[in-house]
């Protein structure tokens, strides 16, 4: 009612001025669109490139305009945009409400100059379902990762048991590479837009992806993704390929020497060791240990082996076989219910390496987490635990360097068991 009194009592100026003084401009546009059609157009085309209010004014005109009369309408016009600027020209075309196959071949036969306007302001989310993958992969390639991300998260939505047919792995794989390392003019949607870049790495699983792709993938997002989504990919790969694992210690560790300082290194090569570090410190599935559970000592011991190798190549060796130790304490026992399992406690006897029985040992306690604590039973569990690695080093006796970094087990365990009974004790003698 208000844009009917307003166009009847001065027309497009005074149109102008309400769209200048609301918070919706568009809206008024489009309103006047139902009421006076084209008969708006010489005072309302030449503001299609516009900003501000009398911009979205002039493109919720042209909105209703399409909407009323279809994609027809917009050729029409621009059939006459011989003097029309870029701006002008991309505005009409982001007026189009719902953007669909017609719109975009429109697009396409603008100069450049319009294209590349109209790709950085498009509204994609209101883009028809058949040609999101199109849109897509413009806006990957326009610098607008980050929106194509959504775009394609959008289509997996709608598009249920039908979407690895529907959505290409390729094209998925290619807009999660260039949000991680760009060109990109969206590294502000980082942050937020950390489902999608789960929801499409867990696309790319479901489809039977290259596994070593996806593993670089969730390397690169490793730091977006460390909270809510596990580098599962990565985590395979890490445990298959030794040579992977040597290049990201490689990352992370200098090379013994090296008298570098973190200083020294670039921002990029700073954010590859601790992507690196990130990736190492999540990797959760040991070599050698099937998805049931069991072990398959000579892929371990190959492993180990291997990267071993590689380390002592590149002269890190000394750190990476702490590390080593580390990520094989999480093995799980095997069939004769000892800890370690058989295959580690044999590369601890024939290893004779220091810094990998430290890491066992301190794995072994790290992969505990968070210990509660009871005032009333102390160092019960404590004890228990000591217990156990006693009983463990006794049947382990005939391989002297596993049985001795049990028994440290055993003590530490014993230690923390008495410093709980004094808690216990301070804790019972301050209740009245």
């Known amino acids: 009612m208000a844009v009917r009194e307003v166009l009847d009592g001065g027309g497009a100026d005074d149109l102008l001025a309400l769209g200048r003084a609301v918070t919706m401009p568009a809206a008024v546009g489009w309103a006047a669109g139902e009421i006076r059609g084209d008969l708006l157009a010489d005072d309302l085309v030449p503001l299609l490139g516009a900003d501000g209010g009398d911009g979205e004014v002039a493109r919720g005109w042209a909105g209703e305009r399409i909407h009323a009369e279809s994609t027809d ?18 505005g009409l075309l982001l007026a189009d409400p719902r953007p669909t196959a017609a719109l975009l071949a429109l697009v396409s036969q603008r100069h ?69 390392i760009g060109p990109s003019d969206e590294s502000y949607l980082a942050a937020r837009n950390s489902w999608e870049a789960g929801r499409l790495l867990d696309h790319l699983e479901s489809a039977g992806s290259d596994i070593s792709t996806r593993a670089r993938l969730e390397f690169l997002y490793i730091h977006l993704l460390q909270f809510s989504r596990p580098a599962r990919a990565l985590s395979t790969a890490l445990a298959t390929d030794a040579a992977l694992f040597a290049e990201l210690f490689s990352y992370v560790h200098p090379a013994e020497g090296d008298e570098s300082t973190e200083e ?17 410190r999540s990797w959760d599935r040991p070599p050698g240990v099937r998805p049931d559970g069991t072990i398959d000592g000579d892929q371990l011991r190959a492993w180990v082996t291997e990267a071993r190798r590689l380390l002592a190549e590149s002269g890190r060796l000394r750190v990476g076989d702490s590390v080593i130790g580390g990520i094989l304490a999480h093995v799980p026992t095997d069939a004769d219910g000892v800890w370690p399992a058989a295959p580690v406690r044999d590369l601890i006897e024939d290893l004779e390496s220091d810094p990998f029985d430290s890491g066992i040992l301190s794995g072994q306690i790290n992969s505990r987490g968070v210990v509660s604590w009871s005032p009333t039973s102390g160092g019960a569990s404590g004890r ?18 596993t049985s001795a970094l049990l028994r440290q087990l055993a003590s530490y365990d014993e230690a923390w068991a008495r410093r709980e009974d004094d808690q216990s004790q301070e804790f019972v003698d301050r209740d009245p």
Do not use: C, Y
């Open 73 to 90: 309408w917009t050729r029409r016009h621009l059939g006459r945009a011989s003097s029309w600027s870029a701006a002008q020209q991309a």
């Open 112 to 180: 450049e100059d319009v294209q590349a306007l109209f790709w950085r302001r498009m509204n994609a989310f209101l883009a028809d379902s058949d040609i999101r993958p199109i849109v897509a992969q413009e806006l990957a390639d326009r610098g607008r990762p980050w929106s194509a991300m959504q775009v394609l998260v959008i289509h997996l939505g709608v598009s249920g048991e039908d979407a690895a047919a529907l959505v290409d792995v390729g094209l998925v794989e290619a807009v999660l590479e260039r949000a991680a």
């Open 264 to 280: 020294d290194l670039t921002p990029e090569r700073r954010a590859i060791a601790l992507a690196g570090f990130a990736a190492i």
């Open 384 to 401: 228990a635990l000591a217990e156990q690695f006693r009983e463990w080093a006794r049947r382990v006796a005939d391989q002297p360097k």
